[in-house]
C-alpha cells in the first residue's frame, strides 16, 4: 500500500490481517509436519517403532496447535473481509487489491470448514490441561483416519496455496495502475 493513501486505521487493520495470516500459515505447516510424522514417508501406515503414548502425544500437539491457528485464520478472515468491502473502491486503481479480495473470499468457506475438522479433533483432549478425554486407540484412529481422508487433504492443500497466492500478489502487486507524471 504505497504512498498515504490509505488511513492509519486501514494500515492497522492491514498489519492485523497480516500478522494472522501469517501465523495461520506457518502454524499450517508446521502442524503439517507434526501430523505426519506418525507416519511411516510416503505412506499413510503409523511408525511401527512408536508407542502409543508417542502417538498420542504428537496427536495432542496436533490437535492443540489447532486452536492457535484456528485463532489466527479466524480474525485474518475477519479483518480480510472487512478490508475487502472497505476497500472496494481501491480496487479500479489497484488491481491486486481486488485478486486479493476474491482469493480471501474463497478461502475463508474453505478454511471455516478446515477449522471445524480441526475442532472435531480438539474435542478429543481437554484444551486446559492436554489431558485424553477418549481411549487412546479411539484417537489414534480418528486421527489417521482424519489425515487420510482425501478431501480434507486436498482442501487443506489448495487453503494453503491460495494463502500463499496472497502473500505473492499482495508481494508483487500486479496489475496496479500507475498514473504517468
Given at each position: 500500500?504505497?504512498?498515504?493513501n490509505?488511513?492509519p486505521?486501514?494500515?492497522?487493520l492491514?498489519?492485523?490481517?497480516?500478522?494472522?495470516?501469517?501465523?495461520?500459515?506457518?502454524?499450517?505447516?508446521?502442524?503439517t509436519v507434526?501430523?505426519?510424522?506418525l507416519f511411516v514417508?510416503g505412506?499413510?501406515?503409523?511408525?511401527?517403532?512408536m508407542?502409543?503414548t508417542?502417538?498420542?502425544t504428537?496427536i495432542k500437539?496436533?490437535?492443540?496447535?489447532?486452536?492457535w491457528?484456528?485463532?489466527?485464520?479466524?480474525?485474518?478472515?475477519i479483518m480480510?473481509?472487512?478490508l475487502?468491502v472497505?476497500?472496494?473502491?481501491?480496487?479500479r486503481?489497484?488491481?491486486?487489491?481486488?485478486?486479493?479480495a476474491?482469493?480471501v473470499?474463497l478461502?475463508?468457506p474453505?478454511?471455516?470448514w478446515?477449522l471445524w475438522?480441526?475442532?472435531e479433533?480438539?474435542?478429543?483432549f481437554?484444551p486446559?490441561?492436554?489431558?485424553?478425554?477418549?481411549r487412546?486407540?479411539?484417537i489414534i484412529?480418528?486421527?489417521v483416519q482424519r489425515m487420510?481422508d482425501t478431501t480434507?487433504?486436498i482442501t487443506?492443500g489448495?487453503?494453503?496455496?491460495?494463502?500463499?497466492?496472497i502473500?505473492?500478489?499482495v508481494?508483487?502487486?500486479p496489475l496496479e495502475?500507475?498514473e504517468?507524471?
Amino acid at each position: 500500500m504505497q504512498g498515504s493513501n490509505f488511513s492509519p486505521t486501514v494500515r492497522f487493520l492491514t498489519a492485523v490481517f497480516l500478522l494472522c495470516a501469517v501465523v495461520w500459515l506457518g502454524g499450517s505447516v508446521i502442524r503439517t509436519v507434526i501430523g505426519y510424522d506418525l507416519f511411516v514417508p510416503g505412506t499413510l501406515q503409523l511408525k511401527p517403532n512408536m508407542s502409543d503414548t508417542e502417538r498420542l502425544t504428537v496427536i495432542k500437539l496436533y490437535a492443540l496447535s489447532g486452536a492457535w491457528t484456528g485463532w489466527a485464520f479466524g480474525i485474518a478472515s475477519i479483518m480480510g473481509l472487512v478490508l475487502s468491502v472497505a476497500l472496494r473502491n481501491s480496487y479500479r486503481r489497484y488491481g491486486w487489491m481486488m485478486m486479493t479480495a476474491m482469493f480471501v473470499w474463497l478461502l475463508v468457506p474453505v478454511g471455516g470448514w478446515l477449522l471445524w475438522q480441526d475442532y472435531e479433533l480438539i474435542r478429543y483432549f481437554d484444551p486446559s490441561t492436554g489431558v485424553a478425554l477418549a481411549r487412546t486407540e479411539e484417537i489414534i484412529w480418528f486421527f489417521v483416519q482424519r489425515m487420510s481422508d482425501t478431501t480434507i487433504s486436498i482442501t487443506s492443500g489448495l487453503s494453503l496455496l491460495a494463502a500463499i497466492t496472497i502473500v505473492i500478489i499482495v508481494s508483487v502487486r500486479p496489475l496496479e495502475h500507475h498514473e504517468s507524471r
